[in-house]
């Protein structure tokens, strides 16, 4: 498997938009976590080889998870970003089975991770 590296990320302004792309060859899972100093990682999105997607919670309805994990790659879409969507954003990989590709389960390969800020 290769390595993983996230592209993206900046500052926005309550209510903006902004674009996250990953790669990752060789691997049929893959998704996005986010890291806030002080808080456990947050789960916000995955995807399968199949198709199949997850949101967190607090994410659901304004970020779209997109890509091809047989090609290595994965975008996150992220819109009507709030204050509290601010973190760090790791893009992970991983070969399981599709239906264990959600953020509920665990991943192995990590990307350093890129920094979204979102304030007035």
């Known amino acids: 498997q290769g390595q993983v590296e996230e592209s993206g990320g900046g500052s926005v302004q309550p209510g903006g938009s902004l674009r996250l792309s990953c790669t990752a060859a060789?691997?049929?899972?893959m998704a996005w976590f986010r890291q806030v100093p002080g808080k456990e990682r947050e789960g916000v999105a995955s995807?399968?080889?199949?198709?199949?997607?997850d949101y967190g919670d607090s994410v659901q309805g304004r970020f779209i998870i997109s890509g091809d994990t047989n090609k290595g790659t994965l975008r996150l879409q992220m819109n009507n970003l709030k204050p509290e969507d601010s973190g760090v954003y790791h893009c992970?990989?991983?070969?399981?089975?599709?239906?264990?590709?959600?953020?509920?389960?665990?991943?192995?390969?990590w990307g350093q991770g890129t920094q979204v800020t979102v304030s007035a």
């Open positions: 995807l399968s080889e199949i198709g199949s997607v």
């Open positions: 060789g691997y049929n899972c």
């Open positions: 992970a990989a991983v070969n399981r089975r599709w239906a264990e590709c959600s953020i509920r389960h665990d991943y192995s390969a």
